[in-house]
């Protein structure tokens, strides 16, 4: 069964970095566009990131982030990453690592909090 397994939130200041961590399993890790969305309290789910398949030529970022994070992939470790720089208090949220296959997953999330 697919399975999205996300890490490395955590409490930081303003200004400051993080790297986000999904490890995929269940499904050709490398045949599949990999996406990071978030969602704040009392706000609907966003996308942030995407990154096509194989080797991952193709980005996009939503423009709240664009130059601040940035999405990569290594197949070899069926694993996607978001690094995440000069953080907002705006970018305290649930972090979710996606795939859509069959039908979309879901990983349980990281919490990423910014604040100082």
């Known amino acids: 069964q697919v399975q999205l397994v996300e890490s490395g939130g955590g409490l930081v200041q303003p200004g400051g970095s993080l790297r986000l961590s999904c490890v995929a399993s269940?499904?050709?890790?490398?045949?599949?566009?990999m996406r990071w969305y978030r969602q704040a309290p009392g706000k609907e789910r966003e996308l942030v990131a995407a990154?096509?398949?194989?080797?991952?030529?193709?980005?996009y970022y939503a423009d709240s982030v664009k130059g601040r994070f940035t999405i990569s992939r290594d197949n070899a470790k069926n694993t996607v990453y978001l690094q995440m720089n000069s953080l907002k208090p705006e970018d305290t949220a649930v972090y979710y690592c996606?795939?859509?296959?069959?039908?979309?997953?879901w990983g349980k999330g990281t919490q990423v909090t910014v604040s100082s």
């Open positions: 996606n795939v859509l296959i069959s039908d979309n997953y």
């Open positions: 990154i096509t398949s194989l080797g991952g030529s193709s980005t």
């Open positions: 269940g499904f050709t890790f490398s045949s599949r566009p």
